[in-house]
């Protein structure tokens, strides 16, 4: 069983920068899950952010975020953060961290097993 809590969320005016960190409690070795970030703003459906390999070696971000995003990880302390920067208004939404195994595509929200209840963000202009 994997318990995954997200924090760090909060309100930020447009341009501004939040961190995100995911906790993991988890039977099995943190390290051997690929770990992701999606998001959610109302009315729309989930949609990938980023994710980062076991070692931290390999990341990969969707087009919207990158350069902006960074996604990486402590596997010493089971956690898993997101810094966002150049935040803009469209980047408002519930934002959840995720578990899987190395199997499947990374950015497929339907691969991974193991899912936060969310933290909002919210970017006014």
């Known amino acids: 069983q994997v318990r995954l809590v997200e924090s760090g969320g909060g309100s930020v005016q447009a341009g501004g920068s939040l961190e995100l960190v995911c906790t993991v409690a988890?039977?099995?070795?943190?390290?051997?899950?690929?770990m992701g970030w999606f998001r959610q703003a109302p009315g729309k459906e989930r949609e990938f952010v980023a994710a980062?390999?076991?070692?931290?070696?390999?990341?990969v971000y969707a087009d919207s975020v990158k350069g902006r995003f960074t996604i990486s990880r402590d596997n010493g302390k089971n956690l898993v953060y997101l810094q966002m920067g150049s935040l803009k208004p469209e980047d408002t939404a519930v934002y959840h961290c995720?578990?899987?195994?190395?199997?499947?595509?990374?950015?497929?929200?339907?691969?991974?097993?193991?899912w936060g209840q969310g933290t909002q963000v919210t970017v006014s202009s």
């Open positions: 995720a578990a899987k195994t190395m199997e499947g595509t990374w950015s497929a929200s339907g691969t991974y097993m193991y």
């Open positions: 988890s039977g099995r070795a943190f390290s051997s899950y690929v």
């Open positions: 980062i390999g076991w070692s931290g070696g390999m990341s």
